[in-house]
């Protein structure tokens, strides 16, 4: 397991907690050999690491129990094709989206537990990373040691603070998955560990989420030999099933949800979105175009007009991330969602 | 194009060398509809900044006109499976192999072009980007400062001065890939550049390459949408040409030719790279599984028995890399294969 993963969890969860975990209205014989959200978690087994992740998001929830916790998902899940995996199905997300928005909610004074896809953008370590600079091209040598060359001390004292920030008050969890499988089964326990925030809980899906997959009794152990002179690959993959509606409905129920929709045709991106909110009844979609999504997003919500949020040209030439005022707009929408919530009880 | 490239080319190819970059053995007009090697070119466009990428490797083959020079690649192609792309088919590779290797090319007084999948490792900066820490934790505040923490400043120097030494010799240059097409349009142009070093140039190819693509007529223009309730996904690959064969008979006639096979199954390992080796006719195919990649090789040669390169287990502890032992081994046959071609001059 990744060592994004702060401190080796110490306990493992009792014979209880881990019944809790288990959706008893998932059946234990499926009806149907067709893989849906009914029979997908008894076909599919978890991540051998699961419980240990459990264990700090736990711990992680008690230390905020009266703070605002979110969970940002980041980054594309994949689809082995084969068991042992060379070859995969990717979807395109560096997590920029995902990462960005983490910064912006722990200025906003949430907690962020950040689900994100093993080795893409982090919060704040996203400024040096994947930039097309080597990260050695930061450094120089002066009198036998390194240091952080001078034209970029005050930029990297910024990010610094407010990481150190991040971390020296546990406000930020890491927690990597890879595989769709993997993701699956992580917001799954996690939506169950968040339960006790009630609508302090948030949930903000910005992973890009395969929609197809190779069910696991139908993945080739071995690398798919191709032949001189060609042979062609057929390959045939379902439908991930849906789990809005579960995390809506069963697995954190009380908790305000925002999902993505991402498109690259922009006639069908807001029809595609509405579609999604009357599906699954939350309370946000977001909708965004491949190709303009870093200055613009639009809103959707039920009894509400569509909301265009937009960078003008002088924030965009100033390189102002969209996310500072995506987040702002979000916190505002929960802060009514937990309002509501205290009302109706 | 990735900034990874050191400076702007600053002239344009002549008429005349652009020609030279043509493989005039192919046929224009296609004589089958299959895409095969013969008229892949065709019917695949090279990208846009190819011509700027050929300046930048015309530019060092010339600074290093009487050195050796290694072409290492690294990293996984990827096979876009929508035009403006949300989904592709990846392979397995963080680019350690080649990373690593072309550190140890370096050491042994060449120069490298270093290929490699955008965003995968790269030489030097690999000990710190993909590491488990967050490269800020290798920072610290002091005095108002941003330091390079004092328990990392000894190994970091070390580091840095190898790079540093890298950059001021110009013996390092980077050319990014993403998809297959860019790979196999970049392989061809750069192997044309290098014609001029003949046997002083060596190929060392590292890279995962696809063996199933989706030729660009078959590619839907859009995002694949999928349905409630659940539609399958049908994928037709073809194989991908197999380019060894030109590179070794037409692109780059005189220079030592290396390729990799890696394999999941022990049991087929030496009987697909003798099959290579053979179908081919280039000079050496390392070996090497997935699960033992890091451990053990094995070098399969004509006229000669397979060799395995292993660490000890007091090696593997040490953390000693394999290409430490591997590189050494390549250059003392890349040594006999430039005596030999000397010798037939």
């Known amino acids: 397991m990744d060592s994004h993963i702060k401190s080796p969890p110490t306990r493992r969860l009792s014979t209880g907690e881990r019944e809790n975990a288990i959706d008893r209205t998932i059946p234990l014989f499926p009806p149907a050999i067709e893989i849906d959200e009914h029979n997908y978690f008894d076909n599919n087994e978890p991540p051998e690491y699961l419980e240990d992740m459990i264990c700090c998001a736990q711990e992680f929830v008690?230390?905020?129990e009266n703070n605002r916790v979110?969970?940002?998902?980041?980054?594309?899940?994949?689809?082995?094709l084969e068991n042992q995996t060379v070859r995969f199905i990717d979807n395109f997300s560096a997590g920029t989206r995902g990462a960005t928005s983490a910064e912006y909610f722990l200025e906003n004074g949430y907690?962020?537990?950040?689900?994100h896809r093993q080795f893409s953008l982090l919060p704040?370590?996203?400024h040096y990373s994947h930039s097309t600079n080597c990260f050695l091209d930061f450094m120089e040598e002066n009198d036998g040691k390194v240091l952080v060359d001078?034209?970029?001390?005050?930029e990297m004292l910024s990010v610094l603070r407010k990481y150190q920030t991040a971390k020296d008050n546990n406000l930020l969890l890491l927690l990597p998955f890879t595989t769709i499988n993997q993701y699956l089964?992580?917001?799954r326990a996690l939506s169950v560990a968040l339960q006790p925030l009630k609508s302090r809980a948030l949930f903000y899906l910005a992973a890009a989420?395969?929609?197809f997959f190779v069910p696991l009794h139908r993945i080739p152990e071995h690398k798919i030999q191709s032949k001189a002179g060609g042979n062609k690959l057929v390959m045939n993959l379902d439908p991930v099933p849906k789990f809005l509606n579960r995390l809506v409905d069963?697995?954190?129920p009380g908790a305000m949800i925002i999902s993505f929709k991402l498109e690259t045709d922009s006639s069908i991106l807001l029809s595609k979105a509405k579609q999604a909110l009357e599906r699954y009844s939350h309370q946000l979609v977001i909708g965004n175009l491949l190709q303009t999504r870093k200055r613009e997003v639009v809103f959707v919500e039920p009894d509400a007009p569509v909301l265009w949020i937009r960078l003008t040209p002088e924030q965009e030439a100033a390189g102002v991330d969209i996310e500072s005022l995506i987040i702002p707009a979000v916190v505002e929408r929960h802060s009514a969602w937990i309002r509501e919530s205290d009302n109706s009880v």
């Open 250 to 252: 069963k697995w954190a």
């Open 124 to 126: 704040y370590s996203r």
């Open 185 to 187: 089964h992580t917001l």
């Open 62 to 64: 008690s230390f905020h």
């Open 150 to 154: 001078p034209k970029y001390q005050q």
């Open 111 to 115: 907690a962020v537990i950040f689900l």
């Open 209 to 211: 989420v395969s929609d």
């Open 70 to 80: 979110v969970l940002v998902t980041s980054g594309g899940t994949t689809v082995p």
